[in-house]
């Protein structure tokens, strides 16, 4: 069996839940993007709300306390929180079904039987996975490019949508080959999969936003992923964004190794 074939049956498998995805996220960036026209205009009694708010809730929600600035908007609304929430989940759920699915219902070793190695059928998984993440993140690219100027949002660039979207599909993605790889480790491993994966994200998530907050998190707050996520100072025009764009590919990169190396030793049968 061709690495292609397998692509294309897992994505074909997954069309509905994927094509309801992207309807989510095309719903999510495009209403909350046009929410900046009703919002600007009152931006100075939006801005005493939000000084009212404990220092906490404000982290939580945005990474800052700069809610009204069109870079502090974007971010609040859209791509510190909610964007990457719903890509992060997508991407754990794909990590850990892969190769998880085919164990559970019995077709792994059917597949194996085929003639296709164990590392095509990995990078096959792998593969249809990004193709998935990439699809979904495609759409909120496009929606978001598309309702930028109509929102009202004139001083963020297409640059700068561009390589924050970039870096929360990339990002998730991570999240998402952590699952992939403890579940290719199998055994224990695979059974944590996703609990493992969603704590990483979730609670990272947390302690990167709390940081500022208390000062013993700030150690912890740099083993984890979301501490190199800023999204405001992307919006803002800063080429930050390539750097943690770089680290987390080549995280993900090692993650795929680690991933073969524990396949390939595996007794499977």
Not at 173 to 190: E, P
């Amino acid at each position: 069996m061709k690495v292609a074939a397998i692509i294309r049956i897992e994505l074909w498998q997954r069309r509905r839940a994927l094509a309801w995805w992207s309807l989510g996220v095309a719903v999510l960036v495009g209403l909350d993007m046009l929410l900046y026209l009703s919002l600007k205009n009152n931006a100075q009694d939006i801005n005493k709300v939000v000084e009212s708010l404990p220092n906490t809730v404000r982290e939580l929600f945005a990474g800052s306390g700069d809610f009204t600035s069109q870079a502090g908007f974007l971010s609040g609304r859209i791509y510190y929180l909610l964007l990457p929430l719903l890509l992060t989940i997508l991407a754990i759920g794909l990590g850990s079904s892969l190769i998880g699915k085919e164990e559970r219902e019995g077709t792994l070793e059917l597949l194996l039987a085929r003639p296709v190695s164990r590392l095509k059928l990995l990078l096959s998984k792998v593969s249809a996975g990004t193709l998935a993440m990439a699809g979904v993140g495609f759409v909120a690219l496009i929606v978001g490019l598309i309702c930028l100027r109509p929102a009202g949002l004139n001083t963020i660039s297409l640059r700068a949508v561009t390589l924050v979207t970039l870096n929360v599909v990339v990002l998730s993605s991570l999240f998402g080959m952590i699952a992939f790889c403890l579940t290719a480790l199998g055994g224990r491993f695979r059974n944590m999969a996703t609990a493992v994966a969603a704590l990483i994200a979730f609670g990272g998530y947390l302690v990167a936003s709390l940081q500022s907050l208390t000062s013993w998190m700030v150690w912890p707050a740099r083993l984890m992923p979301y501490h190199y996520y800023d999204p405001s100072a992307i919006l803002k025009g800063a080429s930050y964004g390539l750097k943690p764009l770089l680290g987390f590919s080549i995280t993900i990169v090692l993650l795929l190794v680690a991933s073969w190396v524990g396949f390939r030793r595996r007794d499977i049968g």
